[in-house]
Each structure stands twice: as C-alpha cells, then as structure tokens.
C-alpha cells in the first residue's frame, strides 16, 4: 500500500474519530488472517481519560473509504462507541436470559473461510462477567455467510461488529453456545435469517414491553450495579435496539418508568442501579444460574436406561 494510501485510511479515521468526540492515541500495523497488513488504531475518550479508556479499531490497511455511506457510518460506529466508553466496563452486555457477557480478542478484519466453506470468518471470545472468578467462557468462531456479507457495505469491523456481537447473543439464548473453563471454538452462524431484505434492517429477537424492560433491568443490576459500583451505563444504545427489535428512545421510555419506581436513577441517556433494584440480587442470581444451565449440553437419563425409542 502506497505512503499515500496510509495517509487517506488515517486521516479518515482520525476526521471521524474527531467528529464523534473521540481522539485518535495511536496507529500501528498489525496483520489479518492471512498475513495480509492492518492498520490498528487506539481511540480514547478526550482528556486524561483518553490514556486509560480506549477502543481498538483494526482496519485491512488496503480498504479505502471512497464511497458516500462509509465514511458516515465509520463515525456513526465510532459515535456509538464514545457513549460505551462511558460505561464502567464498555466490553460487558447482557443477554434476555439474564447473562453478563464480556467480549473480547476478536480479530478484525473478517477472513475468508479456509475450509472451502462460503463464509467470513470472525474469531472472538466471550466470557461470563458476573464478578466471579470461575473463568467460565466460550471461544467463538463467528461464520457469515456470503449472502448476508452482501447486505453490508465490508466486513469491516465498524460495519460488522454490531450484528456479530448479536447473533453471539441470540445463540446464546438459543443454548447453542457452552460456558467452559477451556475448550474449542464453537460456532456462531450469522445468516440472512437475521435480516429482513423487505424491511431493510436486522431482525434478531422480537421481544414484547415486558421482555424489553426485565432486559432493562438485568442490565442495569449487573453492569451498573454489581460490575460498575452503581456507575450509570448507556441505556439508549443502538446494538441492544437492534438486538430487542425496538428503538433507542423505547429503551429511555421504559427505563424512565422504572426510574420512577426507584429501581434506577437517569442521567440522561444512562441509568445506574439504586439500593432497591440491588436488593433483587437473589433473583437475578437464580435468573443467571437458569440461564447458565440452558447453554449445558442436557443428557437424556431415558437413554441410559436403555428405554430410548430406536
């Protein structure tokens, strides 16, 4: 790649990083896959923060941002990540059924398969973050198929990373992915099942007021209350939207309401836990340790007794 071409993929990431209130601390090389170069930018919150909370941002260094939609999208991506660099652990999520995840290690940019599969591959980590030290996680091998790479403009972290990150959410609530202290990687299928080509737009979970506000809540018990000593966290964020099949200001809606019951406190788009919803701790445990069990491999006990229907 020319000098001049690592200068425009800079200088673009830098000019949106700038324009989503973030700055750009560093830019190295790194290298994908197959060897092939990367650019590997660290960006920071402004400030003394920027040093000590930062995002990774990998980058084929060939890729050039030359058409109309990206470069928006890039800041859009990076706007996003601004607010998560807020929250006291940007990396934890949580699932409907009730589990704290961490993601982690992921290798951008996605790589064509090897295998002679039609697939993109993203390999990550996931880890249960519910404080303890049981070293429970899942290596994760995210597959998207060729058709549904299509759908997005390159599958480029800023591009990708929002509908990998929820379709390793949805197969975990399909009980398709095991909590381990080692193993192997364990696929994470992303396919067209998971976009709507009619309405133009990802489609993971529809979940009902109920859903969406218990979703709500689990959130803000774990990553504000017992991994954030009650610090808020982002409320309105767009990939839990995407993933709950609803819309940013519904998630402020009903976190507003619980607000009112005195089960979290806003602060503008964010939330932090109080003492009441804290007190819950016992059944959002049990929720975890249910939701946990659902992603073990079950043994049917009618097949060591010999009664199986063959």
Excluded at 28 to 33: A, D, I, L, Q, R
Aim: glycine fraction near 8%.
């Amino acid at each position: 790649m020319s000098v001049a071409s690592k200068s425009t993929l800079l200088n673009s990431v830098q000019a949106a990083a700038t324009q989503a209130g973030l700055v750009l601390v560093s830019a190295t090389k790194g290298s994908n896959f197959h060897g092939e170069p990367t650019s590997v930018f660290a960006i920071g919150l402004p400030g003394a923060e920027a040093a000590s909370r930062t995002l990774k941002l990998e980058i084929t260094e060939t890729f050039e941002f030359d058409k109309p939609d990206l470069l928006p999208t890039l800041t859009a991506h990076l706007a996003a990540e601004a607010k998560r660099l807020s929250n006291p652990r940007p990396e934890c999520y949580v699932t409907l059924g009730g589990l704290p995840i961490a993601f982690g290690q992921f290798a951008w940019p996605a790589h064509q398969s090897t295998s002679g599969a039609d697939t993109y591959i993203v390999h990550g980590e996931m880890q249960l973050a519910d404080g303890g030290a049981h070293n429970l996680h899942a290596k994760l091998a995210a597959a998207v198929t060729l058709t549904f790479a299509e759908i997005v403009p390159a599958m480029e972290q800023p591009f990708a990373e929002s509908f990998v990150y929820n379709a390793v959410r949805k197969t975990v609530d399909y009980g398709q992915l095991e909590f381990v202290k080692s193993g192997n990687r364990q696929p994470v299928p992303v396919t067209t099942r998971y976009y709507s080509r009619w309405q133009k737009r990802f489609l993971f979970t529809e979940t009902t007021d109920a859903e969406r506000l218990e979703f709500l809540l689990r959130k803000v018990y774990w990553l504000s209350g017992v991994l954030g000593e009650s610090k808020p966290v982002w409320i309105a964020d767009p990939r839990d939207a995407q993933y709950l099949n609803t819309t940013e200001a519904d998630l402020l809606r009903m976190a507003g309401h619980e607000a009112g019951e005195g089960l979290m406190v806003l602060h503008g788009e964010f939330a932090a836990a109080t003492p009441a919803l804290l007190a819950g701790a016992a059944e959002y445990q049990a929720k975890l340790e249910a939701a946990l069990n659902f992603t073990k491999p079950q043994f049917n006990e009618s097949m060591r007794s010999g009664h199986a229907n063959m």
